[in-house]
């Protein structure tokens, strides 16, 4: 008797060529952080990696609350400067920055496709505890959403 294999998110070997993309944003601690663990979470063949032009270093620890809440662990991910990637190559590099008064980072490196998904910063937002934690959830969940749709675009 013959048992395949139940593999869930995951493509074919034969011809399979890992599709590497790269999330972008300024601080690198936040949007970029969780679109990362979306995509991953959607496949785990991705090579999925995010920096920022002036990464903070860390994470926003309530974009990791956020993100657990919904069962995805970003909390061992690391804020990376963009010049870690640089020269290396990129299917996809995705800029996830948004409003007008944000500088949306370039990146000059070797990539086939460059793409803008911008999202509000739920960091800089104010007011109460309550309003500041919707607005996390919010923009976690338009990210969620939005690369979801990429996803079935350049993937599935």
């Excluded at 020269?87 to 996830?96: F, G, L, Q, S």
Aim: proline content about 2%.
């Amino acid at each position: 008797m013959k048992i395949l294999s139940n593999r869930v998110n995951q493509r074919p070997k034969k011809n399979y060529k890992q599709m590497k993309i790269l999330i972008l944003c300024t601080g690198n601690s936040c949007r970029s952080q969780m679109a990362h663990g979306f995509l991953q979470s959607f496949d785990k063949n991705l090579i999925v990696c995010s920096a920022g032009t002036e990464a903070s270093g860390k994470l926003n620890e309530k974009a990791v609350k956020v993100m657990n809440e919904i069962g995805i662990d970003i909390s061992h991910h690391t804020s990376d400067s963009v010049d870690l990637y640089l020269n290396e190559e990129w299917e996809y590099v995705i800029t996830v920055c948004g409003g007008a008064n944000e500088n949306c980072p370039t990146f000059i490196g070797k990539v086939k496709h460059r793409l803008h998904i911008g999202f509000d910063d739920p960091s800089h937002v104010v007011g109460t505890d309550e309003f500041i934690w919707s607005e996390f959830r919010r923009v976690r969940d338009e990210i969620k959403e939005k690369f979801y749709e990429l996803y079935k675009k350049i993937v599935i």
